[in-house]
T-cell receptor, first 115, second 114 residues
Framework: DQQVKQNSPSLSVQEGRISILNCDYT??????FLWYKKYPAEGPTFLIS?????DKNEDGRFTVFLNKSAKHLSLHIVPSQPGDSAVYFC??????????????FGQGTILTVHP | DVKVTQSSRYLVKRTGEKVFLECVQD?????MFWYRQDPGLGLRLIYF???????EKGDIPEGYSVSREKKERFSLILESASTNQTSMYLC?????????????FGPGTRLTVT
C-alpha cells in the first residue's frame, strides 16, 4: 500500500526551464510534507517543506505547492540548473506526538537537467 | 551543522553472516531511523527509535533487529544475511517536536550479500 506516490520515474528538462515534480498521497492524516534531493552515493538532503495549513512555500528557486483536496503536491524548480540533476523524493508525516517524526517516502523521480 | 555518520560506505558479506551497521549522530536528536533504498521502491522504513532502548518496527522489519544503547548511536543488525537484503542502507535522525521536523541522513552503506 503505497501511501505516497511519485508516478514519474524520470524527468528531463533543459537548463533554464522549469522543472515540475509531482507527488500524490492517499493518507488524509498527513499534515506535513517534505522534499529531499539525493545525489548518487550520498544520503538524501532536505530541500523544502510545507505544512498542511499552507498551500505554497517558496525558497529561492524552489517552490512547493500543496493541493489538499486533490491530495497532491508539486515541486517547481525555476530556473533549472545542471547541478539540480538528482533523485527527488517526496515525503509525508502524520504529525502528532506519537508519530516520532516518522516519514513515508515516495519512490523518487530522477531529474536530469541538460546544459 | 548536523552530522550523521555510518560505519561503512561499502560492505560485502556472505549469505548467513551476521551483519552490524552502525550509525552515530552528533546533534542530540531523540529520533533515529533506519531505511533501505531500492530502485523503484524509494526509501522504506525498517525500524526507528524515539529514545534510548526504545524501538518500533517500521514497514519492513522482517530479517532485521536494532539496538539503541546510547542516545547518539543506533545499530541495525541483520541476524542472518540473505541475498535479498542487498541494498543501500540509510540512517537518519531528527528532533522530536510534534512530527514537523526534517530528518538528517547519513551517507549510506551499500551492502552486497553474496
Amino acid at each position: 500500500d503505497q501511501q505516497v506516490k511519485q508516478n514519474s520515474p524520470s524527468l528531463s528538462v533543459q537548463e533554464g526551464r522549469i522543472s515540475i515534480l509531482n507527488c500524490d498521497y492517499t493518507n488524509s492524516m498527513f499534515d506535513y510534507f517534505l522534499w529531499y534531493k539525493k545525489y548518487p552515493a550520498e544520503g538524501p538532503t532536505f530541500l523544502i517543506s510545507i505544512s498542511s495549513i499552507k498551500d505554497k512555500n517558496e525558497d529561492g528557486r524552489f517552490t512547493v505547492f500543496l493541493n489538499k483536496s486533490a491530495k497532491h503536491l508539486s515541486l517547481h524548480i525555476v530556473p533549472s540548473q545542471p547541478g539540480d540533476s538528482a533523485v527527488y523524493f517526496c515525503a509525508a508525516s502524520a504529525g502528532g506526538g506519537t508519530s516520532y517524526g516518522k516519514l513515508t517516502f515516495g519512490q523518487g523521480t530522477i531529474l536530469t537537467v541538460h546544459p | 551543522d548536523v552530522k550523521v555518520t555510518q560505519s561503512s560506505r561499502y560492505l560485502v558479506k556472505r549469505t548467513g553472516e551476521k551483519v552490524f551497521l552502525e550509525c552515530v549522530q552528533d546533534m542530540d536528536h531523540e529520533n533515529m531511523f533506519w531505511y533501505r533504498q531500492d530502485p523503484g521502491l524509494g526509501l522504506r522504513l525498517i525500524y526507528f527509535s524515539y529514545d534510548v532502548k526504545m524501538k518500533e518496527k517500521g514497514d519492513i522489519p522482517e530479517g532485521y533487529s536494532v539496538s539503541r544503547e546510547k542516545k547518539e548511536r543506533f545499530s541495525l543488525i541483520l541476524e542472518s544475511a540473505s541475498t535479498n537484503q542487498t541494498s543501500m542502507y540509510l540512517c537518519a535522525s531528527s528532533f522530536s517536536s510534534g512530527g514537523m521536523d526534517e530528518q538528517y541522513f547519513g551517507p549510506g552503506t551499500r551492502l552486497t550479500v553474496t
